[in-house]
């Protein structure tokens, strides 16, 4: 079963949305019509009674979006080696005193270097897919890399000891 999403219009309110899940749970969304917004889950039995109902501020709600965005890319990633024989996923954090904080990504010749893929970065939860070579890598961020034991072995040894 695909995603399903349901809008109803609150005459004088605002609007809900419900994501159905896959066993039939309803998750709404009510955005009232002066911008607030509220978290509701409702009841199995009855999708007209709401159980909980959380008030949700702008930053809350961007906050919970990038955690969802951000876990559904990654365990895809996960998928993705699980199905892979001798290929791995690992997330190396960008220390302070790397050489490569503060400039393009490009510099660090991973996949020529190492043979390994750089295919995300995640910096302050969010994360940046496919990031283009001058995409510039700061000290915190985290580079998600997909390749060999070997090489991702490599790649962490370059970004955090490397003199490039």
């Keep these: 079963m695909g995603v399903r999403v349901e809008k109803s219009d609150l005459p004088g309110i605002g609007v809900r949305h419900d994501l159905i899940t896959a066993r039939g749970r309803r998750i709404g969304v ?10 509701a889950i409702f009841d199995l039995d009855d ?17 919970l979006a990038e955690l ?13 080696t699980d199905d892979a024989a001798g ?6 954090l960008i220390p302070s005193d790397s ?11 991973a ?11 995640v910096r302050d939860k969010k ?3 496919s990031p283009t070579p001058d995409f510039t890598i700061e ?3 985290a580079v998600i890399a997909v390749g060999t034991r070997p090489g991702l072995d490599s790649l962490s040894e370059l970004i955090v000891s490397g003199t490039g």
Excluded: M, N, Q, W
């Design 30 to 39: 009510v955005t009232f019509r002066d911008g607030r917004r509220e978290l």
């Design 47 to 63: 999708p007209d009674r709401c159980r909980v109902s959380i008030p949700v501020t702008d930053p809350e709600a961007s906050t």
């Design 99 to 109: 050489f490569y904080a503060g400039r393009p990504l490009g510099d660090t010749k």
């Design 87 to 92: 290929l791995f996923t690992e997330h190396i």
């Design 139 to 141: 000290a915190g961020d």
């Design 111 to 121: 996949r020529t270097r190492t043979g390994v893929s750089i295919v995300a970065v």
């Design 127 to 129: 994360v940046i897919a």
């Design 68 to 80: 969802l965005g951000a876990s559904v890319v990654l365990s895809k990633l996960s998928e993705l």
